[in-house]
C-alpha cells in the first residue's frame, strides 16, 4: 500500500484529483495525518485529542462515480467520510424504481456508527467520483459509544440528516419539478469545490423519482431563466441566488440543519 502523508487534492480549491486508470472500480488507500483528514467537515470539528485517535485507523480511498457502497441490507464494514465525493442516499423499490432520500459529501459520514446498525438500511452509491477516508465501522461505533465529542458531532449529524431526508418527504409532495431540481442541484454545489457539475438528464430523473421529460422541461426552464447552463451532460450554475429562490424554502431548511453538527464540538 502507498504511505503518503497527505492528498494534497482534496481542498477547497477546484481541482479534480485523479481516479485510479487500472481498474476504475479499486479502491486506492492511504494513510493520511490529521491535517489531511481535516478536510471532512465532522473531522474537523473534533477536538484535536480525539482527531489523533481517530486518525491512526483513517485511510484515503478513491471513490470513482457509480460506485455501490453498500445495497439495502448489506454488513456495512467501513464508514466513510468524504472530502470531494459525493454519495447518494437511495431508496430502492421492489420494481427497481429508485428515489435519492439524502446526500452526503465533506459535510458528513456514511457508516453504522450513524444509523446505530450494522446492516445498511438503503443503498449507498457514489454519485460523483472522488474521495473519501474510511475505518473500520466496528471501530467507529466503539467510539461513538463512548460518548465523547464524536459522540455529540455524529448524533448533530444524524439530526441535520433528518431534517435533510423529511424536507425531500415534503419537496416531494408539495414542490414543483423546478423547485425539487434546484434544490437538487444547490445540494450538490454546497458539497463541490466547483461551480459545475457532471450530471445526465437519467441520473437527475432516477435521483428525483422524475420522468425524464419533466426534468428535461425543468431544467431548460431553468436555463431559459439565466440560473444554469446544460451542455453535453454538465451543468454550470449562472445565478447561485436566483436557484435559490427557486428553491424555496425546503433547501433554507435544510441548509440551515447543515452547519448544527459543527457548532458545539468544544476545540
Known sequence: ?????????????????????????????????????????????????????????????????????????????????????????????????????????????????????????????????????????????????????????VMRYKSALFVQMSQNVVGGRHCSIEQKLSRWLLERLDRSPVNELKVTQDTMASMLGARRESVTVAARKLQDEGLIEYRRGTIVVRDRDGLELSAGACYQAAKANRAAPLACAGR
Do not use: W
Open 1 to 153: 500500500m502507498s504511505i503518503q502523508s497527505c492528498h494534497a487534492d482534496v481542498d477547497n480549491s477546484p481541482v479534480k484529483p485523479a481516479l485510479p486508470t487500472d481498474d476504475a472500480a479499486r479502491e486506492t488507500a492511504t494513510i493520511i495525518s490529521i491535517t489531511c483528514v481535516q478536510q471532512n467537515e465532522l473531522l474537523k470539528a473534533l477536538p484535536q485529542a480525539d482527531l489523533a485517535r481517530l486518525s491512526g485507523h483513517l485511510e484515503l480511498v478513491s471513490l470513482p462515480a457509480g460506485k455501490h457502497l453498500y445495497d439495502c441490507g448489506a454488513g456495512i464494514e467501513f464508514a466513510y467520510f468524504p472530502t470531494n465525493a459525493i454519495i447518494s442516499l437511495m431508496d430502492v423499490m421492489e420494481d427497481g424504481a429508485t428515489t435519492e432520500i439524502a446526500v452526503v459529501g465533506r459535510d458528513g459520514v456514511v457508516g453504522a456508527a450513524l444509523y446505530d446498525a450494522e446492516l445498511a438500511s438503503c443503498s449507498m452509491v457514489v454519485q460523483s467520483g472522488g474521495y473519501a477516508y474510511r475505518m473500520k465501522s466496528a471501530l467507529l461505533r466503539e467510539v461513538f459509544y463512548e460518548g465523547g465529542a464524536l459522540t455529540g458531532v
